[in-house]
Structures are given as C-alpha cells and as structure tokens.
C-alpha cells in the first residue's frame, strides 16, 4: 500500500483493505481509544483479516464453518499473506470459529501495524514506573475520522455499495459499532436497513463469515470477564 503521505494523493481517494477501515472505525480519531471491548475488537478484525481472503478469492467459508483453501499463491499484502500462511500451515484446524478466536489475539497489532506502514498511525511507546506501554495515534485525524464518515453517507445514499464496504457494514453492525458510522439519528433507521439488505446481498462464504462472527461476539460478550 502506498502512503498518501509519499505520494501525494488525498487520504479520501485511498482505499483501505478491509480491517483496516474497521480498524479505524473502531477507534476515536483523536485520542486513539477503542471503541469496543478488546475481545470484540479482536473478533472484528480477525473476522476482518479472513475477509480479505475470501475477497483476494484465496479462502472459501461453507454454512458449516469450514475454512477450504482455493487459491495458495500469497497475496500482495503482507499481512494477507500471513494470515494465509498461517492457514495453510495448520491443516488440521479448518474451524472458522477457531480461526477467528487464534486471530483475534494478534489482530488488532497486526492491523495497526500495518496502518503505521501505510503512514495513517504513529506508534506511541510511553514508560511508567518500569513498564512499556504502545499507544496508536492517528497522523492525520480528518483522515481517520473520513473512514467513518464515508462509509454512513455511503449507506445513507442509493449508490451502489461493494462486497468489501458491504462485509465492513456488516461487520460493524456486529461488532456494535453502528453509532460511529450512522451518527444522524435520522440515518439510523434507513442506514440498518440498509445494511440489512446489502448483507443479504453477499456472496455465501462472506455471509457465512458475518454469521459466525456474529455468533462469536455474542459469546465474548456473555463470556465472563
């Protein structure tokens, strides 16, 4: 991914891959803060993270949760390739639940990670009485704050929405993050309905992905803590 910053071109005609603009909605654009629960934070991106294999078209994801391998060669992205490393690497766990559960633990470093490369985050690492602690700050907050933006205008309009902003609304949506996209009470209404729609939309294994995903928060949710 080439930063904007290098070559010039405006932060709102980028497009990010798709944890990436989760990433970015789940946090505030100023301080950096999450807006969700760590465990859901997790499960997003994770879920987020295989999102991109099926939309790169390496990962198939059946009704019964079975990740199948289509396509070995690595993707361009880094992580992506990881991520698919990692699959290939452990045959014998093809469970999406699993997946997303494995994934969640890293995948909110993984992501920010990479939005620090892309030049969209700054890593932080501040010391208190011994410890470090890593803190990601936006480098531009218009920049963060426009991920938001443009995704609720694009459901509040009648353009035609993409698999990839279609998986991201569905994935906010899940993840309980629907205040920061559909802020105008008066989009709130028409906007999850149109979420709604644009999910039953979906290609099987990307609907299947929002399912599971779905069902995985409401297990952290209810886990104890």
Request: aromatic share 6%; glycine share 8%; hydrophobic share 45%.
């Amino acid at each position: 991914m080439t930063s904007p910053i290098s070559s010039g071109v405006p932060w709102s005609r980028v497009p990010l891959l798709l944890a990436d603009e989760l990433f970015c909605v789940a946090h505030d654009d100023r301080t950096g803060r999450p807006r969700l629960h760590p465990r859901v934070l997790g499960l997003g991106l994770a879920a987020g993270l295989l999102g991109e294999l099926v939309l790169f078209g390496r990962v198939d994801i059946a009704d019964g949760g079975g990740i199948k391998v289509l396509n070995r060669e690595p993707p361009a992205d880094a992580l992506a390739h990881s991520t698919l490393s990692m699959v290939l690497a452990q045959p014998q766990h093809r469970d999406v639940r699993t997946w997303l559960a494995f994934l969640a633990e890293t995948a909110a470093e993984s992501v920010a990670q990479r939005l620090v490369l892309a030049g969209l985050w700054q890593r932080e690492e501040r010391r208190r009485l011994g410890r470090a602690r890593v803190t990601y700050l936006p480098t531009d907050t218009n920049a963060v704050f426009w991920r938001s933006v443009r995704l609720g205008r694009l459901l509040s309009s009648a353009e035609e929405i993409g698999q990839p902003d279609a998986v991201l609304a569905g994935l906010v949506a899940v993840t309980g993050l629907v205040d920061a996209v559909l802020w105008p009470q008066e989009d709130r209404e028409p906007g999850l309905s149109r979420i709604t729609d644009e999910v039953k939309r979906l290609s099987w294994p990307l609907y299947h992905l929002l399912a599971f995903t779905e069902a995985a928060v409401g297990d952290a949710v209810l886990a104890p803590r």
